[in-house]
């Protein structure tokens, strides 16, 4: 039954008139209305929860008249009018859709119904007032205006029932529906009666007996000794007891968890009590949500006074009343500086919305939280960023109550994201950089490679004079020689961003160094219309320790700029100097190259050093170049633990300064056993002859190199792959052996390993086009005791030759005789620096040891730099590679324990090349 049915019957049981006797004023109305309306059927029906009850009826069959009720189904006239609350008028029934399959109707033959609503004073529509007729009446709205006016008779005589009934159907609905237990009770306290919720309550049947029932039955022994010794007294003295205890359930024992209202009954007008009444109200769920709700705000303040991030709690108007511990270590204030202050008395927001604005819409329900990231700074001044989010509580009928405030901390967060921002932003400038150096790149390479195979087609022609023949040569010479330093630089950087970059430190005079590359670029300063002029300063040491091939590079790049941008009829000066350190076997090589160019702007300085990077990036620039030659020297530079620094004006000139610590050696070097210059080299090796197997299986190549051989004076043959190469050198005797490591049937490697095993004992010479450390390295693991890198010039092959051929002639004068070398057989100045060297360790472990104990790993690095690559030099390959490792284990911030691990083996290996070389 829902709420309208239930309000509907509990005022008509108000009424008094269900199952009440016939009165002959319903029975006069009834009479009346069938009269007027000339039907045979009349009746006044009051509807209830199972039935029609008939207050008065006219012309049912006797059954029905005696029962006094019609079943209460769906095809129920009355009830439909009483649901609906509105006259029904149906002129034939067995023709309307809702009535016309009702069995009931029509075995009663009613065929025309007009009925109306019943109501009480209140308006609620109790029932229906009706007449019925057995043939198909038309209703007119006279005959429902009519029944309308007798209606009103029906409702006056229902409006005219006793109060008293009333108030009695009121009391006894309101015990009978109530939800608490509500028991009564004489004197005595034996139980006199318990409504039907309290029976249910403690599982007593509706029906069960409750004569011999106390009180004191119903409650658990506990409650009887506590709450009934107090109940009784303060009940008769005061009239009303409140307390908790709990009622025993009859069917299972457990206990019920009641509030308990004691109050005594008195008649009206007596002094003497009648009895007891109790009303008890089940509160177990709201003692166990009470509970739940305490475990609740436990959980609470456990979770929100240890919570990772800071919290607070603040008022509507944004006070904080409550902080976490970690919101006073983020703010680095006590609890109590904070309470009653604002978020915004500590944190800074962009948000462009106040902090009243954001709460307003919040408490006005237009949005439930909000958030912001704010910042604020430390007691050390360090800013500290964090992520607010605030939100509003409300209680269980939705009024606002308190703001909950967190702060993540995203500082970290924050900058990591930025760094990512700047290495997106660098990725792309470099991705943009290296585009331009393809464009860049792809105009220098065409632009020789045109050149050269113009010149070609120009040297085809027969015709061509003498003298432009030549300067066609020379041309392809030049742009061939220019194509191969752009390929060198591409190489060169590509092991510098592999990290594969290696340096061979050697004895070298300095000056000499200054002196080959000036050389080298006579001609272009020449050509240019400039003056390329040196300039020594002060007296420079004979020899220092340093990687000459590199070292050259270096002066060869910034001279080579200098030259390219300085106009006609000016000059460009190379100076260099030194500066002692306090030990005197220590030294800082000071290289200044100064132009009288067109100089450089401030803004262009800064990324000027940076790959694939130029002065002037445009497609239409005056001067050509690929942006890699600065950024090249610059990591030289940084490998020799060195640096380089720039001074420009615009319009004025440019000097490039490059500091490189060095080791002095004393003494001097003549150039014996060293590779001075050019001239040096091509003499010692012209001075060689022997027999010499080409394995090359490019025509062009083999050519070229034959030439190059029989020019110097070699005996040659020449084979087109490595499997002729081995089948060639079983049937004549050859003093060294070139092989291409790439050529079909068996490569140069596979060349090399079978040698080898078949017991050739010469030097065999790798040429290959790869130029990576790590080729090298593999040539070497095949056989091959040297290597050469393609392409290779006179020079290089007849000096490369020339050395292996007396090394091996060395090898065998040493072993023919009682292994010892005699002292003629080694360079002089040679064995010089070596001894110095080996006298120096016992002073570099002691400084190894105390830069060690001190950390001063800045010392620890300056030491393996400087002596990793002299000591292969000297033949302590093993003491250089562990220095290599040194080096990078420091330059890499590699933990102390493993820096000191490899430094104690450094110093292990020294210890026994002293003794070695001691004894």
């Not at 004979?542 to 790049?557: C, F, G, K």
């Not at 001279?559 to 350190?581: D, E, H, L, Y």
């Not at 620096?833 to 690095?861: C, G, P, T, V």
């Not at 220095?883 to 691990?901: F, G, K, N």
Request: with cysteine; aromatic share 6%; charged share 25%.
């Amino acid at each position: 039954m829902d709420h309208h049915s239930s309000t509907r019957l509990q005022a008509l049981l108000a009424t008094g008139l269900l199952d009440s006797p016939a009165d002959p004023s319903f029975d006069r109305i009834v009479r009346l209305a069938a009269k007027l309306l000339k039907t045979p059927v009349a009746l006044v029906s009051l509807l209830d929860e199972r039935r029609l009850f008939l207050k008065s009826s006219l012309g049912l069959p006797r059954e029905l008249e005696l029962a006094r009720e019609l079943p209460l189904t769906e095809d129920a006239l009355c009830k439909h009018v009483v649901v609906e609350e509105q006259p029904l008028a149906i002129p034939d029934t067995r023709l309307h859709p809702r009535f016309s399959t009702s069995g009931f109707l029509q075995e009663l033959q009613w065929i025309a119904y007009l009925g109306v609503p019943l109501r009480d004073p209140a308006g609620v529509v109790l029932g229906a007032f009706c007449v019925i007729d057995h043939d198909v009446r038309n209703w007119t709205d006279d005959d429902v205006q009519l029944m309308l006016e007798l209606a009103g008779f029906v409702n006056s005589l229902i409006a005219e029932q006793s109060p008293l009934a009333k108030a009695l159907w009121r009391f006894r609905s309101l015990v009978d529906h109530s939800g608490d237990f509500i028991a009564l009770a004489d004197l005595n306290t034996q139980v006199t009666f318990v409504n039907p919720a309290g029976r249910r309550l403690v599982g007593l049947g509706l029906d069960a007996e409750l004569s011999g029932k106390s009180i004191a039955d119903f409650l658990t022994a506990e409650t009887v000794q506590i709450a009934m010794k107090e109940s009784i007294p303060a009940a008769l003295s005061q009239g009303q007891w409140r307390g908790e205890g709990r009622l025993r359930h009859f069917g299972d024992g457990h206990a019920i968890e009641t509030e308990i209202n004691f109050f005594v009954l008195r008649e009206a007008g007596a002094t003497v009590p009648a009895g007891f009444a109790t009303i008890l109200r089940d509160i177990t769920k709201r003692n166990e949500f009470r509970r739940q709700l305490t475990e609740s705000e436990a959980r609470f303040r456990n979770s929100f006074e240890n919570a990772p991030i800071g919290m607070a709690l603040a008022s509507l108007s944004g006070q904080w009343t409550r902080v976490n511990l970690a919101l006073t270590e983020m703010l680095q204030r006590p609890s109590y500086e904070l309470i009653g202050k604002a978020a915004v008395d500590f944190w800074q927001s962009d948000d462009i919305v106040s902090d009243s604005e954001h709460r307003a819409r919040c408490i006005s329900g237009q949005c439930p939280r909000f958030e912001n990231e704010c910042v604020t700074q430390r007691n050390n001044d360090a800013e500290l960023r964090a992520l607010r989010v605030v939100s509003l509580v409300r209680d269980s009928h939705g009024r606002p109550q308190y703001f909950i405030e967190q702060f993540q901390d995203v500082t970290q967060q924050r900058r990591f994201e930025e760094s990512l921002r700047i290495a997106k932003e660098s990725a792309e400038a470099a991705s943009q950089a290296k585009s331009g150096f393809l464009a860049n790149i792809s105009h220098e390479l065409r632009t020789p490679l045109a050149a050269i195979l113009g010149n070609a087609d120009m040297l085809l022609d027969p015709r061509l004079p003498g003298t432009d023949r030549d300067t066609s040569l020379q041309s392809i010479r030049r742009n061939a020689s220019h194509l191969l330093q752009l390929i060198n630089d591409v190489l060169d950087l590509s092991k510098i961003e592999a990290g594969k970059l290696e340096l061979e430190c050697l004895p070298y005079p300095p000056w000499t160094i200054i002196l080959e590359a000036v050389s080298a670029l006579g001609v272009r300063a020449t050509e240019a219309g400039l003056t390329l002029r040196t300039e020594p300063i002060g007296h420079l040491p004979d020899s220092v320790v340093v990687d000459p091939t590199r070292y050259r590079q270096i002066v060869l790049n910034l001279v080579g700029n200098a030259i390219k941008f300085t106009p006609r009829g000016k000059s460009v000066c190379v100076r260099m100097s030194w500066q002692p350190s306090v030990e005197k076997s220590l030294a800082e090589l000071i290289l200044d190259v100064v132009d009288e160019g067109i100089g450089i702007a401030p803004e262009v300085c800064a990324r000027l050093f940076q790959p694939f990077e130029q002065g002037d990036s445009s497609t239409t620039r005056e001067y050509g170049g690929t942006g890699l030659g600065l950024s090249i020297t610059q990591h030289l530079i940084r490998a020799m633990n060195g640096s380089i620094s720039l001074h420009s004006e615009v319009g004025c000139g440019s000097t490039f300064t490059v500091r490189i610590p060095v080791e002095i050696v004393t003494g001097g070097v003549d150039g014996a056993g060293w590779p001075l210059r050019e001239s040096r080299r091509q003499s010692s090796a012209g001075q060689a002859r022997g027999r010499i197997l080409l394995a090359e299986d490019s025509p062009d190549n083999r050519r070229v190199l034959l030439y190059y051989l029989n020019r110097a004076g070699f005996q040659t043959d020449a084979v087109e792959n490595g499997r002729l190469a081995v089948e060639q050198a079983h049937r004549a005797r050859y003093d060294a052996i070139l092989l291409d490591m790439q050529m079909p049937e068996l490569d140069g490697y596979g060349a090399a390993s079978a040698l080898r095993r078949e017991g050739y004992p010469g030097p065999i010479i790798a040429l290959t086009a790869n130029a990576m450390q790590s080729d090298r390295e593999k040539c070497l693991r095949a056989g091959c005791t040297d290597y050469l890198s393609k392409p290779v010039t006179a020079d290089d092959l007849t000096g490369c030759i020339g050395r292996n051929l007396h090394s091996a002639k060395s090898s065998s004068a040493v072993s023919a005789t009682d292994g010892a070398p005699h002292a003629s057989d080694v360079d002089e100045a040679f064995e010089k620096l070596k001894q110095r060297y080996i006298a120096h360790l016992a002073q570099r472990i002691e400084e190894a040891q105390l830069s060690l104990a001190s950390a001063d790993f800045a010392r620890l690095r300056t030491l393996a730099h400087q002596t990793r690559g002299v000591a292969a030099t000297y033949g302590f390959s093993e003491l250089g590679d562990v220095a290599t490792a040194l080096e990078s284990a420091i330059i890499a911030e590699q933990p102390v324990p493993d820096i000191a691990r490899i430094t104690e083996q450094w110093i292990d290996l020294a210890r026994t090349v002293l003794a070695t070389t001691s004894s």
